[in-house]
């Protein structure tokens, strides 16, 4: 059974840091795309950040070089770390993972989701 816990979240001013962190169990394939997603009130979820099997990234525009994606294969958790956090980041914030060998598919098709953590930027 997959598990995926994400942490980190919590209230911020604009400008600071957070880092989220997404705790992965039960994962059996060799390869996965990576995601963080987001959701804020009356917006459909969208992608944040995401991180393929070849350890490419790729990134919402409006988060380029303030977050980045990583994960650590050891302890089999994905990570966001967020600078200058703008109140427009405000949101639930999802990490994501499905099987795939080639890049990472569209949101729809993540097979794996956590429950979300809550940023607050104000």
């Known amino acids: 059974q997959v598990q995926l816990v994400e942490s980190g979240g919590g209230s911020v001013r604009p400008g600071g840091s957070l880092r989220l962190s997404c705790a992965a169990s039960g994962l059996t394939s060799a390869a996965y795309c990576l995601g963080w997603f987001r959701q804020a009130p009356g917006k459909e979820r969208r992608y944040v950040a995401r991180?393929?099997?070849?350890?490419?990234?790729s990134y919402l525009d409006s988060v380029k070089g303030r977050f980045t994606i990583s994960k650590d294969g050891a302890k089999n958790t994905l990570y966001l770390q967020m600078n200058s956090l703008r109140p427009d980041d405000t949101a639930v914030y999802y990490c994501a993972a499905t099987p795939s060998w080639l890049g990472c598919p569209p949101i729809d098709e993540f097979q794996f989701w956590g429950k979300g953590t809550q940023v607050t930027v104000s």
């Open positions: 991180l393929d099997y070849f350890g490419l990234t």
